[in-house]
């Protein structure tokens, strides 16, 4: 996925997740509340966001959380 409307497809479908520490399990990124991106400042590549990390609150333990995407088809 080196174009970002691929990856901004996969997020629509529901094919991107997070790792929630407290749950200790993935959740989809569409089912976050997502609160943000932190971009990753030593990656110099073409696919920068496989790279972010992301700030999103867990609906089920209501902590806020970080995370690097997974993509599961």
Same mark, same amino acid.
């Given at each position: 996925?080196? %174009?970002?409307?691929?990856?901004?497809?996969?997020?629509?479908? &529901?094919?991107?997740?997070?790792?929630? @520490?407290?749950?200790?399990?993935?959740?989809?990124?569409?089912?976050?509340? %997502?609160?943000?991106?932190?971009?990753?400042?030593?990656?110099? &590549?073409?696919?920068?966001?496989?790279? @972010?990390?992301?700030?999103?609150?867990?609906?089920?333990?209501?902590?806020?959380?970080?995370?690097?995407?997974?993509?599961?088809?």
């Amino acid at each position: 996925m080196s %174009h970002p409307g691929e990856f901004l497809k996969a997020c629509a479908e &529901g094919k991107i997740w997070v790792f929630c @520490d407290c749950c200790q399990v993935a959740k989809n990124l569409n089912q976050v509340e %997502h609160l943000d991106c932190i971009g990753n400042q030593s990656y110099w &590549g073409s696919e920068p966001w496989w790279h @972010d990390t992301r700030v999103f609150n867990c609906p089920d333990c209501g902590t806020t959380q970080q995370s690097l995407v997974e993509f599961q088809p």
